[in-house]
């Protein structure tokens, strides 16, 4: 991202969706889970062109349109077609992760230290793993939660250093890091689809 949680200087990391099988010819570090998880929504007919002209707006770095077969928790239940914005490894945007490409711990700490005019990078991280705990009790997504981890340590330690610039942040992350530990992390059920065969990719 270098509109929204980064610069051209200093690119910001967000999340794409590919296959499964791109992402095993990426030689990527991290272990792909077998589900990935979110939430779509049904805009009103009278809604549809303006809600996708902003988001093709906000997506236009990056991303490009796709239609996908979305499952529903309940089984029983036909998947939907729902419109996503991907981004391939086709965009120039796409850091796909091969020979040379910083690990999980060097990725943390771009994340860390990246923003934008949209913010900080690691917000939108701690935002996007909590919307993922939270979607239901079998919702998560190991890579993303892997990550908020790693740069809630870093922000954290940072803090004690006395070097972080935002230190209630800091000790609020390391605290959810904690209860999740302890509850098994947070529980509260909405209404969440998964897409099949699909890989999150930051």
Not at 1 to 22: F, K, N, W
Not at 53 to 74: A, F, P
Not at 78 to 107: C, D, H, M, W
Request: aromatic content about 6%; overall charge negative; some cysteine.
């Amino acid at each position: 991202s270098e509109d929204h949680r980064g610069t051209p200087e200093a690119p910001g990391r967000v999340v794409t969706l590919i296959t499964r099988q791109l992402w095993e010819t990426l030689g990527d570090h991290h272990e792909a889970d077998e589900k990935v998880w979110g939430t779509i929504y049904r805009i009103p007919r009278d809604k549809v062109e303006s809600v996708k002209e902003y988001l093709d707006i906000r997506e236009i770095n990056g991303y490009s349109i796709h239609y996908v077969d979305v499952y529903q928790e309940e089984p029983l239940l036909p998947p939907i077609k729902a419109l996503v914005y991907i981004g391939t490894p086709e965009n120039p945007q796409f850091v796909p992760r091969i020979s040379g490409v910083p690990g999980e711990e060097e990725l943390a700490r771009h994340i860390y230290h990246s923003r934008g005019p949209s913010g900080e990078n690691r917000e939108y991280l701690y935002q996007l793993h909590m919307a993922l705990e939270e979607l239901c009790p079998e919702s998560s997504d190991n890579h993303v939660r892997s990550l908020y981890r790693k740069v809630a340590i870093i922000q954290a330690e940072e803090r004690l250093m006395g070097i972080a610039d935002d230190e209630d942040e800091g000790m609020d992350e390391m605290d959810r890091i904690e209860g999740d530990n302890k509850e098994g992390g947070p529980q509260e059920e909405i209404e969440p689809e998964m897409l099949g065969d699909t890989v999150m990719q930051m």
